[in-house]
């Protein structure tokens, strides 16, 4: 009994100072990231090419832009990479960011029912597809999770003169979850759902579903990177984060978002140091 | 690519996602066991008020929301949280810490009812030649041994089998924190819904060998002790 316990505390201690010492090593960052940059596979293209370069390893938690922050916040992540710009303006001046790059750009596209209920196919003005959606009341998927998808779902409603909090009924549905699951939803209630043309290219389970509404330029999709401030948490590895932030913006780093493609269609289009607006 | 390709083409990937999931959970099943065994039978054993309610209280938390104690794991230790300063969240050692709390009632109270179960047959003569009460907590688990093992199964089964708890405090980093669930989950949010089931099965598959073992490490000892 006693041998066998003193077996068990044995094994355990020997797990623990394995995992510490591999904390102490390691040369790694932790990057809070967006479901959509995970989903699409982007950083399975890109992270190899920015490990060999610099042996610097960077360890990506997926989640919406708005927990995303969050993470940076509480000074759990060194980087955050998201794409609200209001959202990361806000974050850099409560001073926890330091300063903000742009990196890329790709566009949302409505996605929908091939069979189209709310008849909105083929038009270029998402304003006037949001706006027949409502009317019909066909099924929508919201992401409702404070992602940067669901920031610029919720200004499209505003662009559309339509206050979606008063107006949403039954047809409106809000899962809380991220892009690929938002895509699952609107697969299996043939609904509309507003996606990063990124995470749609690259998602398997379409159904029915086809890009309705695309190439109006309020669907433009900004991301951006951030250093987490040391001042506010010293934990932060500066160093290494910057090193990441520089790469991303540099003539390679540009070069290897470029590179990823799916299916022969490029993803991200990187656009660091021009001004998009 | 699908499960069957990854096991064919022994996927480096597949395997260190394996075996992390079987570290992480193993390692939460021993730091339950070392605490909730010998809790478990002092439990068992013993008289005091608020027995009643405690018993109450251990029973109920086998049903833990893995959610809830992923969140609170990750509030002590997150930068800003009262533990931050150890850095561990989004760490392997997380996701043990997180799910050994997951497991300690499931242990601890199945333990509890076993040795309770026991001491009724071996009351008149522990009592009789003059144990004391750990002497009787170690003489009760060793003896309760094989029916011990079902408990341990329980808890590795939760430990191996939840999602919410590893997601939150471990992140589901790439080739650091990702587990077998967690690598479900995504896949099904990628839409890659065959390969998330094939992962499925891969598990259900780990769970079902792991059980395998346990049982023919009692039914070969069983043997040997007569």
């Known amino acids: 009994m006693l041998r066998r316990h003193f077996l068990a505390i044995a094994a355990t201690f020997l797990f623990i100072s394995a995992g510490v010492s591999a904390l102490a090593q390691d040369k790694s960052i932790v990057v809070a990231s967006t479901t959509s940059t995970q989903d699409s596979g982007l950083f399975e293209h890109i992270l190899p090419l920015f490990k060999e370069k610099t042996g610097i390893e960077v360890k990506v938690v997926a989640q919406g832009t708005g927990q995303a922050l969050d993470t940076g916040r509480r000074g759990d992540a060194d980087v955050v990479f998201v794409h609200a710009k209001a959202q990361e303006e806000e974050f850099v001046e409560e001073g926890y960011g330091v300063k903000r790059f742009d990196v ?10 091939k069979e189209d209920p709310a008849g909105v196919a083929g038009t270029d003005d998402i304003a006037a597809a949001f706006q027949a959606i409502r009317d019909k009341q066909t099924p929508f998927v919201s992401r409702g999770d404070k992602s940067g998808t669901h920031s610029a779902e919720l ?12 107006d949403k009924g039954p047809w409106y549905r809000e899962i809380g979850q991220g892009m690929g699951a938002a895509l699952n939803t609107a697969s299996s209630m043939n609904g509309y759902v507003l996606s990063d043309r990124g995470t749609w290219l690259s998602f398997k389970n379409r159904g029915d579903l086809e890009i309705v509404v695309e190439g109006d330029k309020r669907l433009f999709n900004q991301y951006g990177v951030i250093l987490v401030n040391p001042e506010k948490h010293p934990s932060v590895k500066a160093e290494l984060g910057q090193a990441f932030i520089d790469w991303l913006v540099s003539p390679e780093g540009q070069e290897a978002i470029a590179a990823y493609k799916v299916d022969g269609q490029q993803l991200f289009f990187p656009n660091a140091g021009q001004d998009p607006s | 690519m699908n499960a069957w390709q990854l096991i064919a083409s022994g996927d480096a990937t597949l395997f260190a996602i394996v075996r992390l999931s079987l570290m992480v959970s193993l390692s939460a099943v021993a730091i339950a066991a070392v605490i909730g065994l010998p809790l478990g039978a002092l439990l068992a054993l013993t008289r005091f008020p608020g027995r009643a309610a405690l018993i109450v209280l251990l029973n109920g938390f086998m049903g833990l929301p893995p959610v809830v104690v992923g969140l609170s794991v990750y509030l002590l230790l997150s930068r800003s949280g009262p533990l931050g300063g150890w850095g561990l969240l989004f760490t392997p050692l997380a996701m043990v810490i997180a799910q050994s709390l997951l497991v300690l009632p499931i242990i601890a109270a199945l333990t ?15 009592t009789a030649v003059g144990v004391g009460p750990w002497g009787r907590v170690a003489t009760l688990l060793w003896d309760g041994r094989f029916s011990l093992t079902t408990a341990l199964l329980a808890g590795f089964g939760r430990a191996a089998a939840e999602v919410g708890t590893v997601m939150i405090v471990g992140g589901n980093i790439d080739g650091f924190t990702r587990t077998m669930t967690t690598a479900i989950a995504l896949e099904t949010s990628k839409g890659n819904l065959p390969l998330a089931l094939g992962l499925g099965i891969i598990l259900i598959g780990l769970i079902l060998a792991v059980n395998a073992a346990a049982w023919g490490v009692r039914a070969w000892s069983e043997q040997r002790t007569g």
């Open chain 1, 155 to 166: 200004r499209l409603w505003k662009e559309a003169g339509i206050d979606i909090s008063a």
């Open chain 2, 112 to 126: 509890r009812q076993t040795i309770e179960d026991l001491w009724s047959e071996y009351r008149d003569e522990l």
């Open chain 1, 104 to 113: 890329m750009y790709n566009d949302f596209v409505l996605v929908g029912p």
